[in-house]
T-cell receptor
């Protein structure tokens, strides 16, 4: 069955370290999104991509970067982790056709100490 | 501006019916989504409305009035497993933004025996 996976599921890191969160989908979806979810803020868009080699900034992109070298993967990199980036991170993908419904990965809980 | 409002919390009894409202003010509209999110898990897609009216899917129904900027999610025959957060999201129809979603903060529903 097609799916969307994230790794790691849990990560603890230290301030200043570079961290990369992986997202992999097997639906062959063109669109992929990264969100963070924090109490009181709901889901906030970090970066998104509409296809290979396409990346765009979302509303909270500072301190994060993404790259899209193939259809299946959109890794999210925290260049220099900060405590304010402690959060739950969700990756999502959509087909860019029909209802264009976004389907979410299981999430990564990141703690920056 | 872009704004989505939902009640923060609701409580209902097992077997009953509950209606969760969502009002939105967006620069453009191209569809409204409802997602369910259990604690510690990813959001999962429930329903999509783009035209006015009621969409029924088993115990869950979703209604949309575009002229009023209003939607509701109706849950019938409530079960304990329906205890979750329910997220309303509107697709932004502005040029270049039409695959992005604007998210409400979610309504936390507690179903009591």
């Amino acid at each position: 069955d097609a799916e969307i996976t994230q790794s790691p599921r849990h990560k603890i890191t230290e301030t200043g370290r570079q961290v990369t969160l992986a997202c992999h989908q097997t639906w062959n979806h063109n669109n992929m999104f990264w969100y963070r979810q924090d109490l009181g803020h709901g889901l906030r868009l970090i970066h998104y991509s509409y296809g290979v080699q396409d990346t765009n900034k979302g509303e909270v992109s500072d301190g994060y970067s993404v790259s899209r070298s193939n259809t299946e993967d959109l890794p999210l990199t925290l260049e220099s982790a900060a405590s304010s980036q402690t959060s739950v991170y969700f990756c999502a993908s959509s087909e860019a056709a029909g209802t264009d419904t976004q389907y979410f990965g299981p999430g990564t809980r990141l703690t920056v100490l | 501006g872009q704004n989505i409002d939902q009640p923060t919390e609701m409580t209902a009894t097992e077997g009953a019916i509950v209606q969760i409202n969502c009002t939105y003010q967006t620069s453009g509209f191209n569809g409204l989504f409802w997602y369910q999110q259990h604690a510690g898990e990813a959001p999962t897609f429930l329903s999509y409305n783009v035209l006015d009216g009621l969409e029924e899917k088993g115990r869950f129904s979703s209604f949309l009035s575009r002229s009023k900027g209003y939607s509701y999610l109706l849950l019938k025959e409530l079960q304990m497993k329906d205890s979750a957060s329910y997220l309303c999201a509107v697709r932004d129809a502005r040029a270049g933004n039409n695959r992005k979603l604007i998210w409400g903060l979610g309504t936390s529903l507690a179903v009591n025996p």
